[in-house]
């Protein structure tokens, strides 16, 4: 049964530490997402890949955040340094778009507290 | 950036009754889809509309994209406890991006 998976689940750090979260997406799909949920903004678009390609990532904070996707199994998002703002669940999510039945799978998501 | 409203934002209702939220937006999406989400899990698909007009039924639920291709309806019929969660609407631009509404927190009560 493929799914999305994330790592850690869950994450409690002190600002100013580097945090790293990574996502093995769906072997196949052509599309890898991150987005940020906080009840305040509900989920944020932070990057996605295409094929691996950085396609947008102007939801992200440059200053602090970044994502790579070094090969189609593993996709990370490092924040450095972590602030308590950051606070939130971070999800991946792949999917195959660009066609008829687009479609997009959700890891677990990981909580990130900054303390 | 498109931005995509869901209403109501927060639905109380009884079981056995009957539900309609929205999702709408001032863009043209290449596809919309749907997404329900319960605590500490991520969203899960539903279904996906393309079509303008086009109507899916996933069981007691009926999805309707519009004609336009810019906003979209979600109804419950007889809804049930197991119903309960947060319903998500998602369009798909131009450049294959994927953004969200805030979502309608629906509550069925047994």
């Known amino acids: 049964d493929a799914r999305v998976t994330q790592t850690p689940r869950h994450k409690v750090t002190e600002m100013g530490q580097e945090v790293t979260m990574r996502c093995q997406p769906i072997?196949?799909?052509?599309?890898v997402f991150w987005y940020r949920q906080t009840m305040m903004q509900g989920l944020e678009l932070l990057a996605y890949?295409?094929?691996?390609?950085?396609?947008?990532d102007s939801g992200m904070p440059k200053d602090r955040f970044s994502a790579e996707m070094p090969d189609a199994t593993l996709a990370t998002l490092k924040i450095q340094p972590s602030e308590p703002r950051d606070s939130a669940v971070y999800f991946c999510?792949?999917?195959?778009?660009?066609?008829?039945?687009?479609?997009?799978?959700f890891g677990q998501g990981t909580r990130l507290t900054v303390v | 950036t498109q931005l995509l409203e869901q209403s109501p934002q927060f639905l109380s209702i009884q079981e056995g009754e009957n539900l309609t939220v929205y999702c709408n937006s001032s863009?043209?999406?290449?596809?919309l889809q749907w997404y329900r989400q319960e605590p500490g899990e991520g969203p899960v698909l539903l279904v996906t509309?393309?079509?303008?007009?086009e109507v899916k039924k996933l069981k007691r639920l009926t999805f309707q994209f519009g004609d336009a291709r810019k906003d979209s309806s979600l109804h419950i019929t007889a809804a049930q406890p197991g119903d309960t969660g947060l319903y998500l609407c998602?369009?798909?631009?131009?450049?294959?991006?994927?953004?969200f509404g805030a979502g309608t927190r629906l509550t069925v009560k047994p």
């Open positions: 999510a792949s999917g195959f778009l660009g066609h008829l039945n687009t479609e997009a799978f």
């Open positions: 072997l196949g799909h052509n599309t």
């Open positions: 998602a369009g798909e631009g131009n450049n294959n991006d994927m953004r």
């Open positions: 863009s043209v999406f290449s596809s």
């Open positions: 509309v393309v079509t303008g007009g």
């Open positions: 890949f295409r094929n691996r390609a950085p396609l947008d």
